[in-house]
């Protein structure tokens, strides 16, 4: 029985790849260039400045240039961090299930503490959520383990009696080390890797085949 559900935070909980997509191109806009559609970018919405400032302008982190757009790039986002940003549609009905029930929900996530926070809270999700860690919390970020395991330590949850979602390899790679049931989130991102290849124990296109889930997997009888 699963006692808990822990969820990624860009992707999977969230759609924030408006938001990322338009610090993205503001950057474009600064030199004289065309903004680019949300799709360009969203695949890559969970992959961090460093993806998204690749995406917009071809820049990397070997580059002289990366670091001023990136600060540029992260100061935009944080000004502007939930103009567009939104629960997936259909995922707050999953959130309600499990508050009536008394079933907590958390939030593991590779987002820095600085913009996670803001973020919830600007969408109402900070009193909902019983436990949200952030990256820069824990030694290592996902795929490794530890963000998830932290999660399961402030909540006093058993890893092995959680099941965390996610849209990114590096969701279910942490989730399988933590010892919890994983769930892909086909819903999200995806970054450039197919889904069906990452072993999760449960795939679920939309968040009502999440809801779906959580039925018979969060209740006893």
Not at 11 to 17: E, F, I, N, R, S
Not at 82 to 97: I, P, T
Not at 102 to 111: A, D, E, F, M, R
Request: one cysteine or more; proline letters at 7%.
């Amino acid at each position: 029985m699963i006692e808990a559900w822990l969820f990624d935070l860009d992707g999977t909980l969230v759609d924030t790849a408006p938001d990322l997509a338009a610090a993205a191109n503001a950057l474009r806009v600064a030199q004289g260039l065309a903004p680019l559609p949300l799709d360009h970018y969203r695949a890559h919405a969970s992959s961090g400045a460093r993806g998204l400032i690749g995406r917009a302008l071809g820049v990397g982190p070997d580059d002289a240039a990366f670091e001023p757009l990136r600060q540029t790039f992260l100061a935009h986002y944080a000004a502007h961090i939930a103009d567009h940003s939104q629960v997936f549609e259909g995922l707050d009905a999953a959130l309600r299930w499990l508050e009536a029930r008394g079933i907590p929900w958390g939030v593991v996530t590779n987002k820095p503490r600085r913009y996670t926070e803001p973020l919830m809270a600007a969408l109402q999700l900070s009193a909902r959520a019983t436990v949200v860690v952030s990256a820069d919390e824990v030694p290592f970020a996902k795929p490794a383990p530890d963000a998830l395991i932290e999660a399961c330590r402030r909540a006093g949850l058993a890893p092995q009696r959680c099941a965390y979602v996610g849209d990114d390899l590096r969701d279910i790679d942490a989730g399988r080390a933590a010892g919890m049931r994983t769930v892909t989130a086909e819903w999200g991102y995806l970054g450039t890797t197919r889904p069906e290849a990452w072993q999760a124990d449960d795939r679920c296109a939309t968040p009502a085949e999440l809801l779906d889930l959580m039925h018979p997997l969060s209740t006893q009888g």
